[in-house]
């Protein structure tokens, strides 16, 4: 019952009201159903799959064999895996250095165009990754106006993958930090600096202490699909600089090595739980920062 | 006071920075769907149309060489493009009715659920969402092909198991707009229904279903969406099947010309309308339901990429 109360946002402050209707549990099971048809089945299968022996061309046996882990520590893959989360790491970390100021922007010093602005962050989060993506090609592209005007030449390489990601992840970091920056009290900072605090120290010590779990979580929001990320470096560096992701499409597609592309696939699920797991919990635990 | 002039403006500045860099490139594309063949493409070239020059002989593109409409037409009556488009429209709208009710089941139930039911079967929603996408299409391409060997009947790759690996990303996404919003709503009115007499169904059908529906339109038209402009999933689970973005995808990695960017221009177009149409809904409803604004439902309808 008090789990029932305390999600009903309209009844703060009011007395506690025994009455709380509620739907019956059951409605969970049809996606229940669906989640562990297609969700949890093809996650087991692929688990299966990791530890079968490949026996001919698209043949497997399954059993418990750990040779395609072993391989999966190799010096080759162990290197993609660590470029590709330093790739995210270093997009996130950008990502946050362009998106911070922008929401804390809307949400201290605008008022009349706040949705307006909000909507002009949002258009281009809603509009197609891959068209997105088409455009910045166009714009890097080594005989656009860019190489040619400004000597800035990055088409094909980790630089343009790095704007690539930034470019088109940044909405989803702007949102939950926007998020945050909105429910703060700003009479707090003013009250810092009336008493003397410097601006940046007021900032530093409120305004920033009390949006972390917002750029925290928007920051997990990015990192984690930035490392699984398969069409940016695609695109943008032509298959010079791939990410664990393009290794893992390249075994289903060209090299029909499906245990080992397994083995890929639950090696990053496994570098990344870590992460997936603090952003679960900071998602369920406050649902308005994770949604 | 001076001060925070200064820091506004800079701030100010910055955003205009970042503006620039989020439009441009779009700007550029749709500009570029008016773009003619290069000079020299142009001077070997004795048609009529300069969109029948084939794509391998146009020159360069990534540069202004004249203005045109013809990419429009050309793209509009390429082969391949068109029927792909309506197979991703397809797929999205199925995709977005089954997802849309599937998440709006698991809405009402969980929002006012024990916690001990609730977590993790929010922890599996959550899971959904942010496992990524090559791993579930690599995974989804397993299973797909394993399962007619088992369960007779089961489709073989194409359109059912695009459509079938959509809606688990689908069902999370729209289950998270809608408790949003249901659970911003608060549940007077429903006591009050209650109070009045009404039973279970009827207050469900004339209170609850109601001040839902813009957060269920909500839902299924970013559902559509994201299944719409979705290419990985879908580019290993589609068999022979040629969706939009598998169409798009191929026309950027090796041949490109205008008419993609125009057919972009299109869908882009189309995706501010509804853009635009889903704002207006979810403002006026807000505005009509008064104080109880659903403060969730923004952040909520805006997490997921």
């Known amino acids: 019952m008090a789990a029932a109360e305390d999600v009903t946002g309209s009844d703060v402050g009011r007395t506690r009201r025994s009455f709380s209707p509620r739907y019956p549990a059951w409605l969970t099971s049809p996606s229940f159903v669906y989640y562990a048809i297609f969700f949890l089945g093809p996650l087991a299968i692929l688990v299966a799959f990791s530890l079968a022996t490949q026996t001919g061309f698209n043949a497997i046996t399954y059993g418990f064999d750990t040779s395609q882990f072993h391989l999966v ?101 702007i949102i939950p930090v926007f998020a945050s920056l ?31 779990p917002g750029v925290v979580t928007g920051a997990l929001l990015v990192f984690i699909p930035m490392s699984g990320e398969y069409i940016i470096p695609n695109i943008l560096s032509g298959g010079n600089y791939e990410f664990v992701g393009n290794v893992i499409g390249d075994q289903f597609v060209s090299a029909q090595n499906q245990p080992f592309g397994s083995a890929l696939s639950i090696s990053l699920m496994i570098a990344l739980s870590g992460f997936v797991a603090i952003y679960i919990l900071f998602a369920t635990k406050e649902e308005r920062f994770g949604a | ?47 009529s149309n300069v969109c029948d020059i084939p794509p391998t002989q146009l020159g360069n593109l990534t540069v202004w060489n004249g203005f045109t409409t013809c990419w429009f037409a050309s793209g509009l009556h390429d082969p391949t493009y068109i029927p792909a488009i309506v197979t991703s429209i397809k797929i999205g709208a199925a995709a977005a009715v089954v997802s849309t009710l599937l998440g709006l089941g698991a809405a009402l139930a969980l929002a006012r659920m024990n916690k001990f039911l609730r977590v993790p079967f929010d922890s599996l929603v959550y899971l959904t969402l ?116 598998i169409v798009l995808y191929s026309a950027v990695r090796f041949g490109i010309t205008p008419a993609v960017n125009a057919l972009a221009t299109i869908m882009l177009s189309v995706t501010i309308v509804v853009i635009a149409v889903t704002g207006v809904v979810l403002r006026r409803s807000r505005t009509r339901a008064g104080t109880d604004t659903d403060q969730a439902t923004p952040a909520a309808t805006l997490r997921i990429g």
């Open chain 1, 73 to 173: 520590t190799g010096s080759l893959y162990v290197k993609i895996f660590a470029r590709t989360l330093v790739m995210a790491g270093v997009g996130s970390l950008l990502t946050m250095i362009v998106g911070y100021p922008i929401a804390y922007w809307m949400a201290r010093y605008l008022t009349t165009y706040k949705m307006l602005a909000l909507l002009l962050v949002l258009v281009p989060f809603w509009t197609s990754f891959l068209i997105r993506t088409y455009a910045l090609k166009i714009i890097l592209d080594s005989h656009g106006y860019l190489a040619k005007y400004l000597g800035i030449n990055i088409m094909y390489t980790k630089y343009a993958v790095a704007v690539g990601l930034v470019y088109n992840y940044l909405p989803l970091f």
């Open chain 1, 182 to 212: 909105e429910r703060m009290d700003w009479s707090l900072v003013e009250a810092a600096t009336d008493l003397g605090a410097k601006p940046f120290n007021a900032f530093r010590e409120i305004t920033l202490r009390l949006t972390l």
């Open chain 2, 1 to 47: 006071m001076r001060r925070v002039v200064t820091a506004k403006r800079a701030f100010t500045a910055w955003a205009v920075c970042v503006f620039v860099f989020l439009y441009l490139p779009i700007a550029v594309m749709a500009l570029f769907a008016f773009n003619k063949p290069s000079a020299a493409a142009l001077a070997g070239f004795h048609g």
């Open chain 2, 130 to 245: 942010v496992v990524p996408e090559i791993v579930i299409a690599v995974a989804s391409l397993i299973f797909f092909v394993q399962a007619p060997r088992y369960v007779p009947f089961f489709p073989a790759l194409g359109p059912w198991t695009i459509f079938f690996g959509q809606v688990v990303f689908g069902a999370s996404l729209a289950m998270l707009i809608i408790r949003a919003r249901f659970v911003g709503m608060g549940d007077t009115l429903e006591e009050a229904g209650y109070d009045l007499g009404s039973g279970r169904l009827s207050t469900f059908w004339q209170i609850t279903l109601p001040r839902l529906m813009p957060a269920i339109v909500a839902a299924a038209l970013l559902t559509f969406t994201f299944s719409f402009d979705d290419y990985v999933l879908p580019a290993f689970t589609n068999g022979t099947t040629n969706t939009w973005p």
